[in-house]
Protein backbone atom coordinates (compact mmCIF):
# COMPACT_ATOMS: atom_id res chain seq x y z
CA UNK A 1 0.00 0.00 0.00
CA UNK A 2 2.58 2.23 1.05
CA UNK A 3 4.64 1.77 -2.45
CA UNK A 4 1.01 2.34 -4.69
CA UNK A 5 0.51 5.52 -2.36
CA UNK A 6 4.07 6.57 -3.85
CA UNK A 7 3.80 5.70 -7.08
CA UNK A 8 0.22 7.52 -7.12
CA UNK A 9 1.93 10.44 -5.42
CA UNK A 10 4.20 10.64 -8.21
CA UNK A 11 1.98 10.78 -10.89
CA UNK A 12 0.16 13.48 -9.40
CA UNK A 13 3.24 15.77 -9.22
CA UNK A 14 4.19 14.45 -12.90
CA UNK A 15 0.69 16.16 -14.07
CA UNK A 16 0.68 19.50 -12.30
CA UNK A 17 4.14 19.98 -13.51
CA UNK A 18 2.80 19.07 -17.01
CA UNK A 19 0.04 21.15 -16.42
CA UNK A 20 2.08 24.27 -15.10
CA UNK A 21 4.48 23.95 -18.12
CA UNK A 22 1.84 24.43 -20.67
CA UNK A 23 0.19 27.29 -18.84
CA UNK A 24 3.35 29.19 -18.66
CA UNK A 25 4.70 28.12 -22.40
CA UNK A 26 1.87 30.01 -23.93
CA UNK A 27 3.12 33.47 -21.54
CA UNK A 28 6.33 32.77 -22.99
CA UNK A 29 5.30 32.65 -26.61
CA UNK A 30 3.12 35.51 -26.49
CA UNK A 31 5.66 37.90 -24.83
CA UNK A 32 7.99 38.23 -28.21
CA UNK A 33 4.68 38.63 -29.83
CA UNK A 34 3.62 41.51 -28.07
CA UNK A 35 7.11 43.06 -28.21
CA UNK A 36 6.76 42.75 -31.39
CA UNK A 37 2.71 44.64 -31.61
CA UNK A 38 4.21 47.48 -29.39
CA UNK A 39 7.12 47.51 -31.91
CA UNK A 40 4.90 47.83 -34.71
CA UNK A 41 2.24 50.37 -33.14
CA UNK A 42 5.59 52.43 -32.23
CA UNK A 43 6.78 52.43 -35.68
CA UNK A 44 3.07 53.05 -37.51
CA UNK A 45 2.77 55.75 -34.50
CA UNK A 46 6.28 57.25 -35.71
CA UNK A 47 5.64 56.44 -39.51
CA UNK A 48 2.32 58.39 -39.27
CA UNK A 49 3.95 61.45 -37.36
CA UNK A 50 6.85 61.69 -40.15
CA UNK A 51 4.23 61.33 -43.06
CA UNK A 52 2.33 64.16 -41.37
CA UNK A 53 5.67 66.39 -41.01
CA UNK A 54 6.32 65.82 -44.52
CA UNK A 55 2.94 66.51 -45.26
CA UNK A 56 2.84 69.86 -43.33
CA UNK A 57 6.23 70.86 -44.96
CA UNK A 58 5.19 69.56 -48.72
CA UNK A 59 2.03 72.16 -48.18
CA UNK A 60 3.51 74.90 -47.27
CA UNK A 61 6.34 74.48 -49.86
CA UNK A 62 3.42 74.66 -51.91
CA UNK A 63 1.85 77.31 -50.74
CA UNK A 64 5.21 78.89 -51.03
CA UNK A 65 5.93 78.68 -54.43
CA UNK A 66 2.37 79.74 -55.13
CA UNK A 67 2.67 83.27 -53.87
CA UNK A 68 5.73 83.31 -55.28
CA UNK A 69 4.38 82.61 -59.08
CA UNK A 70 1.15 84.98 -58.30
CA UNK A 71 3.83 87.96 -57.77
CA UNK A 72 5.76 86.68 -60.49
CA UNK A 73 3.04 86.18 -62.75
CA UNK A 74 2.03 89.93 -61.91
CA UNK A 75 5.26 91.06 -61.95
CA UNK A 76 5.69 89.61 -65.82
CA UNK A 77 2.47 90.06 -66.48
CA UNK A 78 2.61 93.76 -66.24
CA UNK A 79 6.05 93.52 -68.40
CA UNK A 80 4.29 91.55 -70.76
CA UNK A 81 1.35 94.08 -71.05
CA UNK A 82 3.92 96.57 -71.74
CA UNK A 83 5.77 94.41 -74.66
CA UNK A 84 2.31 94.50 -75.97
CA UNK A 85 2.13 98.74 -76.79
CA UNK A 86 2.75 100.11 -79.81
CA UNK A 87 4.90 103.40 -79.59
CA UNK A 88 3.73 106.83 -81.29
CA UNK A 89 6.18 108.81 -83.55
CA UNK A 90 6.23 111.23 -80.85
CA UNK A 91 7.12 109.24 -78.26
CA UNK A 92 9.65 107.18 -79.93
CA UNK A 93 11.33 110.86 -80.55
CA UNK A 94 11.20 111.82 -77.30
CA UNK A 95 13.13 108.47 -75.69
CA UNK A 96 15.93 110.12 -77.87
CA UNK A 97 15.99 113.06 -75.53
CA UNK A 98 16.24 111.72 -72.02
CA UNK A 99 16.49 108.26 -70.49
CA UNK A 100 13.78 109.20 -68.05
CA UNK A 101 11.51 110.06 -71.26
CA UNK A 102 11.86 106.59 -72.39
CA UNK A 103 11.22 105.17 -68.68
CA UNK A 104 8.33 107.19 -68.22
CA UNK A 105 6.79 105.72 -71.62
CA UNK A 106 5.31 102.12 -70.77
CA UNK A 107 5.84 101.64 -74.74
CA UNK A 108 9.55 102.63 -74.18
CA UNK A 109 10.33 100.42 -71.12
CA UNK A 110 8.78 97.71 -73.01
CA UNK A 111 11.38 98.25 -76.33
CA UNK A 112 14.32 99.19 -73.87
CA UNK A 113 13.33 96.02 -72.04
CA UNK A 114 13.93 93.95 -75.04
CA UNK A 115 16.97 95.30 -75.65
CA UNK A 116 18.56 94.39 -72.44
CA UNK A 117 17.71 90.75 -73.44
CA UNK A 118 20.21 90.72 -76.23
CA UNK A 119 22.52 91.82 -73.09
CA UNK A 120 21.32 89.58 -70.80
CA UNK A 121 20.58 92.39 -68.53
CA UNK A 122 17.44 92.01 -68.24
CA UNK A 123 17.18 91.81 -64.40
CA UNK A 124 17.63 95.33 -63.97
CA UNK A 125 14.42 96.14 -65.62
CA UNK A 126 12.55 93.53 -64.34
CA UNK A 127 14.17 94.45 -60.73
CA UNK A 128 13.12 97.89 -61.60
CA UNK A 129 9.94 97.63 -61.90
CA UNK A 130 9.46 94.75 -59.10
CA UNK A 131 10.20 98.50 -56.93
CA UNK A 132 8.05 100.36 -58.90
CA UNK A 133 5.26 98.07 -57.24
CA UNK A 134 6.60 97.58 -54.30
CA UNK A 135 6.90 101.36 -53.47
CA UNK A 136 3.41 101.38 -53.78
CA UNK A 137 2.38 98.73 -50.93
CA UNK A 138 1.05 99.57 -47.76
CA UNK A 139 -0.02 96.69 -46.11
CA UNK A 140 2.55 95.41 -44.08
CA UNK A 141 2.38 91.24 -43.90
CA UNK A 142 2.13 92.20 -47.41
CA UNK A 143 4.93 94.43 -47.83
CA UNK A 144 7.19 91.83 -45.86
CA UNK A 145 6.59 88.87 -48.28
CA UNK A 146 7.27 90.83 -50.81
CA UNK A 147 10.21 92.39 -49.93
CA UNK A 148 11.72 88.66 -49.08
CA UNK A 149 10.90 87.82 -52.22
CA UNK A 150 12.58 90.73 -54.04
CA UNK A 151 15.62 90.02 -51.88
CA UNK A 152 15.50 86.55 -52.58
CA UNK A 153 15.29 86.72 -56.34
CA UNK A 154 17.47 90.12 -57.31
CA UNK A 155 19.63 90.86 -54.45
CA UNK A 156 20.57 87.64 -52.52
CA UNK A 157 23.95 85.97 -54.44
CA UNK A 158 22.60 82.85 -54.78
CA UNK A 159 20.17 84.15 -57.08
CA UNK A 160 20.63 83.92 -60.98
CA UNK A 161 18.81 87.07 -61.45
CA UNK A 162 21.41 88.95 -59.02
CA UNK A 163 21.23 92.60 -60.20
CA UNK A 164 25.04 94.88 -59.69
CA UNK A 165 24.98 96.55 -56.12
CA UNK A 166 27.34 98.25 -54.09
CA UNK A 167 28.81 96.76 -51.09
CA UNK A 168 27.03 100.04 -49.31
CA UNK A 169 23.70 99.93 -51.16
CA UNK A 170 23.84 95.81 -50.10
CA UNK A 171 24.57 96.92 -46.32
CA UNK A 172 21.26 99.15 -46.38
CA UNK A 173 19.29 96.82 -47.64
CA UNK A 174 19.85 94.20 -45.26
CA UNK A 175 19.87 96.35 -42.47
CA UNK A 176 16.32 97.69 -44.32
CA UNK A 177 14.82 93.99 -44.58
CA UNK A 178 15.13 93.48 -40.08
CA UNK A 179 11.96 95.87 -40.50
CA UNK A 180 10.51 96.02 -44.17
CA UNK A 181 8.63 99.01 -45.55
CA UNK A 182 7.55 100.29 -48.70
CA UNK A 183 11.15 102.24 -49.11
CA UNK A 184 13.34 99.16 -48.27
CA UNK A 185 14.39 98.80 -51.81
CA UNK A 186 15.18 102.75 -52.74
CA UNK A 187 18.75 103.20 -52.75
CA UNK A 188 18.74 99.74 -54.83
CA UNK A 189 16.86 100.76 -57.22
CA UNK A 190 18.05 104.21 -57.62
CA UNK A 191 21.26 102.56 -57.93
CA UNK A 192 20.13 100.30 -60.70
CA UNK A 193 18.08 103.23 -62.56
CA UNK A 194 21.56 105.03 -62.84
CA UNK A 195 23.00 101.85 -64.01
CA UNK A 196 21.18 101.68 -67.28
CA UNK A 197 20.74 105.17 -67.76
CA UNK A 198 24.23 105.31 -67.74
CA UNK A 199 25.54 102.03 -69.51
CA UNK A 200 22.80 100.62 -71.76
CA UNK A 201 21.18 103.52 -72.29
CA UNK A 202 24.06 105.16 -74.77
CA UNK A 203 24.01 101.38 -76.08
CA UNK A 204 20.33 101.48 -76.58
CA UNK A 205 19.94 104.58 -78.83
CA UNK A 206 22.66 103.14 -81.02
CA UNK A 207 21.26 100.06 -81.18
CA UNK A 208 19.29 98.38 -84.54
CA UNK A 209 16.33 98.04 -81.75
CA UNK A 210 15.66 101.75 -81.65
CA UNK A 211 16.89 102.84 -84.91
CA UNK A 212 14.83 100.03 -86.97
CA UNK A 213 12.16 101.94 -84.43
CA UNK A 214 13.02 105.57 -85.66
CA UNK A 215 12.96 104.72 -89.10
CA UNK A 216 9.30 103.11 -88.99
CA UNK A 217 7.50 106.09 -86.90
CA UNK A 218 9.40 108.58 -89.45
CA UNK A 219 8.24 106.97 -92.15
CA UNK A 220 4.55 106.75 -91.04
CA UNK A 221 4.98 110.64 -90.41
CA UNK A 222 5.68 111.13 -93.98
CA UNK A 223 3.04 108.90 -95.35
CA UNK A 224 0.61 111.49 -92.68
Not at 92 to 106: I, R
Not at 122 to 130: G, V
Amino acid sequence: MGSERMEMRKRQMSVQQDSVAGTTAPAQNEQPGQGNRGSNACCFCWCCCCSCSCLTVRNEDREERNRRASYDLKAEGNADFEESLKPTAEEVLLWGESFDQLMHCPAGRSAFRQFLRTEFSEENMLFWLACEEFSKETNKSVIEEKARIIYEDYISILSPKEVSLDSRVREVINRNMLEPTSHTFDDAQLQIYTLMQRDSYPRFMNSPVYKNLLKTVSEQLVES
